[in-house]
C-alpha cells in the first residue's frame, strides 16, 4: 500500500482550479488614495473594497493610532486574558456595546475567529445549527468545529428554516445567518427568523459584518433596522474591519453570553489580542460612524444611481439594496474576461467564482463606498455598457 503525498495531492488540486478558471491568485495593493488603486504600476478606481464609509483613511483614524501606538507600542505582548487586554480594548468595547444596545461587547481579532469562537462556545454534539445555504463559511466551520448538526435551508426561506426546527424539537439549537449576505448583498429575512425561533424556543445568531455603519438609523446594523433587540436575537456578530476601515470583530449581547465566551471560546482564549492602537483608531470610527450620518446618505444616493444606470443598461444585477451589487455572469471565464476588460477601462472589480459562491452563479463583485462620486459610478456604468453582449462561454450580460 502506498502513502499518497499530501503536497503532491495538493498541487493536483491546484491544477484543477486552473483548468476550471477556478484558481485564485493574489495582487498587490502599492498604495491606496481613497478608492484609487494602484497596482504593477497602473492607477485604478476601485469597485471591490468593504471599506463602505470610506473611513479606511479618515485622518481621526491615523492620529488615533500614531497617539496610542506612541504611548503604548505596537503589539498588545499576550492575549486578554493573560496581560492583553489593554485600556483602548476596553474602552472600544464599551462604546460598541453601547451603539448596539447590549449589555457587553468582546473583541477578537477577525470575523471568522469570532463565529468559530461563539459557535463552539454554545453548541455541543447533539445540538442543532440551521444555517441559510448562503451564510459566510466561518459559520458553517463553526457548527463543524462544534459537533453539532449542520441543516442549511435554501436562501432567505423562513418556512424551511422553521420546518428544520421543527424535525428536531428535543435538541437545542441555534439558527445563524448573515445579516447583510457578503457575495448578493440582500437582506436576510431577520424578522420571520426571530418569529421562528421564539415558536420553537431557538436560539438566533446574526453575523451582521456587512451591515454595521450601512443599515439602521445610526448605522447599528441590519438587526437595528429591522427593529429587533436583545430578546429577539441574543447574539450578534460583526466585524470592524469592513464600514469602520479598521480590523477585528466583536460579538454583543448579554452579560452572561460575554462571560461565557471568556471561559469557553478557544479561539479568544488562545489568540493574542488586537493591537491597542488599533483598538483606538476604531473606537474613534464608532464615533464616526454612528455620527457623521451624511455617509449612509451619501452610500445610499450612489447606491441609487448604480442601480438605475445599470437597469437602463439591462444588467442582470441582484436584488440589493446594499453597498454590495453583484452583477451576474454566469460561468467563471465570462466572471474573468468582465473583470479584465473594466481593468483596461482603470477599474478594478473583482470576479467571483466556486466555490465562494454556487456553480453558475459567476460574478462581479461591485461594491460601492461613501469615498465614491457621482462621476466615479457613471464610469463604471460607461465601462459595463462596452462590454460585449457575451463574453466567454455560457456568460452574458
Same mark, same amino acid.
Given at each position: 500500500?502506498?502513502?499518497?503525498?499530501?503536497?503532491?495531492?495538493?498541487?493536483?488540486?491546484?491544477?484543477?482550479?486552473?483548468?476550471?478558471?477556478?484558481?485564485?491568485?493574489?495582487? +498587490?495593493?502599492?498604495?491606496?488614495?481613497?478608492?484609487?488603486?494602484?497596482?504593477?504600476?497602473?492607477?485604478?478606481?476601485?469597485?471591490?473594497?468593504?471599506?463602505?464609509?470610506?473611513?479606511?483613511?479618515h485622518p481621526q483614524l491615523v492620529a488615533a493610532l500614531k497617539r496610542?501606538?506612541?504611548?503604548?507600542?505596537?503589539?498588545?505582548?499576550?492575549?486578554?486574558?493573560?496581560?492583553?487586554?489593554?485600556?483602548?480594548?476596553?474602552?472600544?468595547?464599551?462604546?460598541?456595546?453601547?451603539?448596539?444596545?447590549?449589555?457587553?461587547?468582546?473583541?477578537?481579532?477577525?470575523?471568522?475567529?469570532?463565529?468559530?469562537?461563539?459557535?463552539?462556545?454554545?453548541?455541543?454534539?447533539?445540538?442543532?445549527?440551521?444555517?441559510?445555504?448562503?451564510?459566510?463559511?466561518?459559520?458553517?466551520?463553526?457548527?463543524?468545529?462544534?459537533?453539532?448538526?449542520?441543516?442549511?435551508?435554501?436562501?432567505?426561506?423562513?418556512?424551511?428554516?422553521?420546518?428544520?426546527?421543527?424535525?428536531?424539537?428535543?435538541?437545542?439549537?441555534?439558527?445563524? +445567518?448573515?445579516?447583510?449576505?457578503?457575495?448578493?448583498?440582500?437582506?436576510?429575512?431577520?424578522?420571520?427568523?426571530?418569529?421562528?425561533?421564539?415558536?420553537?424556543?431557538?436560539?438566533?445568531?446574526?453575523?451582521?459584518?456587512?451591515?454595521?455603519?450601512?443599515?439602521?438609523?445610526?448605522?447599528?446594523?441590519?438587526?437595528?433596522?429591522?427593529?429587533?433587540?436583545?430578546?429577539?436575537?441574543?447574539?450578534?456578530?460583526?466585524?470592524?474591519?469592513?464600514?469602520?476601515?479598521?480590523?477585528?470583530?466583536?460579538?454583543?449581547?448579554?452579560?452572561?453570553?460575554?462571560?461565557?465566551?471568556?471561559?469557553?471560546?478557544?479561539?479568544?482564549?488562545?489568540?493574542?489580542?488586537m493591537p491597542p492602537a488599533l483598538a483606538a483608531a476604531a473606537c474613534?470610527?464608532?464615533?464616526?460612524?454612528?455620527?457623521?450620518?451624511?455617509?449612509?446618505?451619501?452610500?445610499?444616493?450612489?447606491?441609487?444611481?448604480?442601480?438605475?444606470?445599470?437597469?437602463?443598461?439591462?444588467?442582470?444585477?441582484?436584488?440589493?439594496?446594499?453597498?454590495?451589487?453583484?452583477?451576474?455572469?454566469?460561468?467563471?471565464?465570462?466572471?474573468?474576461?468582465?473583470?479584465?476588460?473594466?481593468?483596461?477601462?482603470?477599474?478594478?472589480?473583482?470576479?467571483?467564482?466556486?466555490?465562494?459562491?454556487?456553480?453558475?452563479?459567476?460574478?462581479?463583485?461591485?461594491?460601492?463606498?461613501?469615498?465614491?462620486?457621482?462621476?466615479?459610478?457613471?464610469?463604471?456604468?460607461?465601462?459595463?455598457?462596452?462590454?460585449?453582449?457575451?463574453?466567454?462561454?455560457?456568460?452574458?450580460?
Amino acid at each position: 500500500m502506498t502513502r499518497a503525498d499530501l503536497l503532491e495531492r495538493l498541487a493536483i488540486q491546484t491544477a484543477e482550479r486552473e483548468h476550471a478558471n477556478l484558481r485564485r491568485r493574489l495582487r +498587490t495593493i502599492e498604495h491606496v488614495e481613497g478608492p484609487w488603486l494602484e497596482s504593477d504600476g497602473r492607477r485604478l478606481l476601485g469597485f471591490c473594497s468593504n471599506d463602505y464609509l470610506g473611513l479606511a483613511q479618515h485622518p481621526q483614524l491615523v492620529a488615533a493610532l500614531k497617539r496610542a501606538a506612541d504611548d503604548e507600542g505596537v503589539g498588545s505582548g499576550s492575549a486578554h486574558l493573560v496581560c492583553g487586554h489593554r485600556r483602548e480594548h476596553a474602552q472600544l468595547e464599551e462604546a460598541l456595546a453601547d451603539w448596539m444596545g447590549r449589555e457587553r461587547a468582546l473583541l477578537f481579532s477577525t470575523g471568522y475567529m469570532a463565529n468559530l469562537g461563539v459557535l463552539q462556545a454554545l453548541l455541543a454534539p447533539g445540538d442543532v445549527c440551521v444555517q441559510d445555504k448562503l451564510n459566510h463559511a466561518c459559520l458553517l466551520d463553526g457548527a463543524r468545529l462544534a459537533g453539532a448538526e449542520l441543516k442549511r435551508y435554501p436562501h432567505a426561506d423562513i418556512e424551511a428554516a422553521a420546518r428544520q426546527l421543527a424535525s428536531r424539537p428535543d435538541a437545542a439549537a441555534l439558527v445563524a +445567518t448573515d445579516g447583510v449576505f457578503s457575495m448578493d448583498g440582500d437582506v436576510a429575512p431577520l424578522t420571520g427568523l426571530a418569529a421562528s425561533c421564539t415558536r420553537e424556543r431557538a436560539t438566533l445568531m446574526v453575523d451582521d459584518a456587512h451591515g454595521l455603519g450601512v443599515l439602521g438609523a445610526d448605522g447599528a446594523g441590519s438587526v437595528a433596522a429591522a427593529a429587533l433587540g436583545p430578546r429577539e436575537v441574543p447574539v450578534l456578530m460583526t466585524t470592524l474591519g469592513k464600514a469602520l476601515g479598521c480590523s477585528g470583530a466583536f460579538v454583543a449581547g448579554s452579560a452572561a453570553l460575554v462571560d461565557g465566551l471568556l471561559q469557553f471560546a478557544r479561539p479568544y482564549i488562545y489568540t493574542t489580542a488586537m493591537p491597542p492602537a488599533l483598538a483606538a483608531a476604531a473606537c474613534t470610527a464608532v464615533a464616526i460612524a454612528r455620527g457623521e450620518n451624511w455617509r449612509r446618505g451619501k452610500l445610499q444616493s450612489l447606491i441609487a444611481r448604480f442601480r438605475t444606470g445599470a437597469a437602463q443598461l439591462g444588467l442582470p444585477l441582484t436584488d440589493s439594496p446594499s453597498a454590495i451589487q453583484p452583477l451576474l455572469l454566469g460561468d467563471a471565464r465570462a466572471a474573468l474576461d468582465a473583470a479584465q476588460a473594466l481593468e483596461q477601462h482603470g477599474l478594478l472589480v473583482t470576479a467571483i467564482r466556486p466555490p465562494t459562491v454556487p456553480q453558475g452563479q459567476a460574478r462581479l463583485r461591485i461594491t460601492l463606498s461613501a469615498a465614491h462620486e457621482d462621476k466615479h459610478v457613471d464610469l463604471l456604468l460607461d465601462a459595463l455598457a462596452t462590454l460585449p453582449r457575451r463574453i466567454g462561454a455560457g456568460g452574458h450580460v
